[in-house]
């Protein structure tokens, strides 16, 4: 059996085996961080500096971080909190956010009775700007939903414009930066964001923990103890926040050639792709400056593969996706690919590959040499 090639990384990361060797005394470290004695300081002072770690890379104050058990809680925890905190009674959304913000936007429509609004998109599921000018000059004061880059199909949203309109309308900007967090490009610095969801399995830290930037704080989502300056309750998950914070400091002094390795495999790809298949159709953006460097999302026609086409490269030993991770046990089509008019046919044919460390060329062209083998003869 041949050894097996992740192109999954979208999905999660591999962890990084120096972000496990430094996690691995806290994990067997004893305490409680909350507790006074010495070993509960040790902890603390861990978690502390975690947090400074996080705050520097991102630009922010450490007091702007929470540390959260990983993305869709700290979607939660900005779309709740800013509904309970501030009354909002309008959200602004991009209909191909993760279902993390897409399902906890439906539910505060149907308990709280906000209102939500989706902004139009393009074929390459960009949102349109002066369509969510037009919904904040309707709705001043929303709370506006727009990721920076699609996890399913990797289209970058204009974010620096987004956050100028919400300010200029008074609106808060949440942007999930889930993706995108471990290539170096978030900073908040210069960008007038007011949540940013971030997820450490996703730039090769562990599962089940991640962290939530909040310009100002909301209420809490988990009520309890008083950690996170009572802002999350809970003992904190401290192994997985100091490899948090290890992970994010090293994706950051290492950032340059990182992208120029996934650019490097994106373009690969593509080529690849086009060679072998010239029917081959891309879904979203796939421009160096209008998409993650390190995701691909496409489809072939039904005369040329199956729609058992992720099973049968499983059986090559190719990991890939045809969605995001956590919809993928469902029996629905994408809502991202359906979003920009992929039909829900091409959508079950669709692949996603997503890549990162430890993948070369060699592992594109044997991932291309695994779909040729599945197309099916035209003589047949
Ligand atoms: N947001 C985006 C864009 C994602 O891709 C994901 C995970 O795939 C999440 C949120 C959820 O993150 P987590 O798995 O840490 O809950």
């Given at each position: ?9 979208a999905?999660s ?27 509960g ?5 861990a ?13 922010a ?46 539910s ?7 209102e ?46 987004v ?19 471990g ?59 100091v ?13 340059s ?9 994106k ?98 062209d ?9 197309i ?5």
């Open positions: 059996m041949p050894e097996r090639i992740y192109l999954d990384y999905a990361t591999p962890l990084d085996p120096e972000v496990e060797a430094y996690m691995l005394p806290y994990l067997r470290a004893v305490g409680n961080p909350s507790s006074i004695h010495a070993a300081r040790h902890l603390r002072a978690i502390e500096d975690a947090r400074q770690t996080v705050a520097e890379c991102i630009g104050d450490p007091g702007q971080i929470i540390f959260t058990s990983g993305g869709t809680e700290a979607d939660n925890h900005a779309l709740r909190g800013a509904v309970e905190t501030w009354n909002i009674q309008h959200i602004l959304y991009n209909p191909t956010e993760h279902h993390a913000v897409l399902h906890t936007i439906e505060l429509v149907r308990n709280r009775g906000v939500a609004h989706p902004i139009a998109i393009d074929p390459q599921g960009r949102i349109k700007l002066d369509h969510l000018e037009e919904l904040l000059r309707r709705y001043p004061r929303s709370m506006v939903a727009v990721m920076y880059a699609n996890n399913e199909i990797g289209t970058l949203q204009p974010i620096n414009e956050a100028e309109l919400v300010q200029k309308y008074e609106g808060y900007f949440l942007c999930d930066t889930v993706q995108v967090m290539l170096g490009w978030v900073s908040v610095k210069n960008w007038h964001v007011d949540f940013l969801a971030a997820s450490a399995h996703k730039f090769y830290g562990p599962k089940g923990v991640g962290f939530l930037y909040r310009r100002r704080p909301v209420k809490s989502l988990i009520t309890g103890g008083s950690q996170e300056r009572e802002q999350r309750a809970g003992t904190e998950n401290v192994a997985g926040i490899g948090m914070a290890y992970a994010l400091k090293k994706a950051y002094e290492t950032r050639a990182y992208q120029a390795h996934l650019r490097s495999i373009a690969h790809l593509i080529h690849r792709l086009q060679e072998s298949f010239p029917e081959v159709i891309f879904h979203g953006d796939t421009t160096e400056a209008g998409s993650h460097p390190g995701i691909l999302n496409f489809h072939l026609p039904a005369s040329l593969i199956s729609d058992m086409i992720l099973i049968q490269l499983d059986i090559e030993g190719i990991c890939a996706s045809g969605t995001s991770a956590c919809s993928s046990g469902s029996a629905h089509p994408s809502h991202v690919l359906q979003a920009i008019g992929v039909s829900p046919e091409e959508a079950t044919r669709s692949l996603r590959f997503s890549w990162g460390h430890g993948i070369d060329k060699s592992h594109i044997q991932a291309v040499e695994a779909i040729k083998k599945y099916v003869s035209p003589s047949l």
